[in-house]
């Protein structure tokens, strides 16, 4: 299976917090999945921690390699920049990255983030959806020593979501 490729400052390990989650799911395809996590307008509809969307310099609603975007999360409000984006298609991963940031630079509140997605295809009509962020920054080492970890069961109510609403649109094509 693919793996998540990590900017450098960003390893899983050597940052101050880590989150992975995986689901492996029967039934759906990188196809089913990908206009749903690619076209950040349509994440409110299905995980109820993202909100407030914007583009800027007129892009969107669909991410793009090096597009800017705000949206907030974990109560924090999140400018972000897409660093990889790469749809799924011809037996290789979908791809999509963004470095995230709130808080100003040089103080205790700033936290950075590397938020990747990986959806590929497996053998027998799966499809594996694999989200991992790394963190930097004061709130970062707060988040990961707090239990139940937020970001752990933040991000799998992101993937159940997903699925949830593949699905969805899987039985009701007209309602996309």
Same mark, same amino acid.
């Given at each position: 299976?693919?793996?998540?490729?990590?900017? %450098?400052?960003?390893? /899983? +390990?050597?940052?101050?917090?880590?989150?992975?989650?995986?689901?492996?799911? =029967? *039934?759906?395809?990188?196809?089913?999945?990908?206009?749903?996590?690619?076209?950040?307008?349509?994440?409110?509809?299905?995980?109820?921690?993202?909100?407030?969307?914007?583009?800027?310099?007129?892009?969107?609603?669909?991410?793009?390699?090096?597009?800017?975007?705000?949206?907030?999360?974990?109560?924090?409000?999140?400018?972000?920049?897409?660093? %990889?984006?790469?749809? /799924? +298609?011809?037996?290789?991963?979908?791809?999509?990255?963004?470095?995230?940031? =709130? *808080?100003?630079?040089?103080?205790?509140?700033?936290?950075?983030?590397?938020?990747?997605?990986?959806?590929?295809?497996?053998?027998?009509?799966?499809?594996?959806?694999?989200?991992?962020?790394?963190?930097?920054?004061?709130?970062?080492?707060?988040?990961?020593?707090?239990?139940?970890?937020?970001?752990?069961?933040?991000?799998?109510?992101?993937?159940?979501?997903?699925?949830?609403?593949?699905?969805?649109?899987?039985?009701?094509?007209?309602?996309?």
């Amino acid at each position: 299976m693919n793996a998540i490729h990590w900017p %450098e400052g960003y390893l /899983p +390990g050597l940052t101050d917090n880590f989150a992975s989650n995986e689901m492996i799911v =029967a *039934g759906l395809s990188a196809a089913d999945i990908w206009p749903l996590l690619s076209n950040a307008t349509q994440w409110p509809g299905y995980y109820k921690n993202s909100a407030n969307i914007r583009f800027y310099d007129n892009k969107g609603p669909v991410l793009e390699a090096g597009m800017a975007f705000y949206f907030e999360t974990f109560g924090f409000p999140v400018e972000a920049r897409c660093v %990889e984006y790469v749809e /799924p +298609g011809n037996g290789n991963p979908g791809r999509v990255a963004w470095h995230g940031w =709130a *808080g100003e630079e040089g103080t205790s509140n700033r936290l950075d983030v590397h938020h990747a997605w990986l959806v590929e295809d497996l053998p027998q009509g799966r499809v594996r959806i694999l989200t991992q962020e790394t963190q930097k920054g004061h709130p970062a080492k707060e988040l990961a020593e707090t239990r139940p970890n937020p970001m752990i069961n933040g991000h799998q109510d992101w993937l159940d979501g997903l699925v949830s609403a593949a699905r969805k649109s899987q039985q009701n094509p007209d309602h996309n």
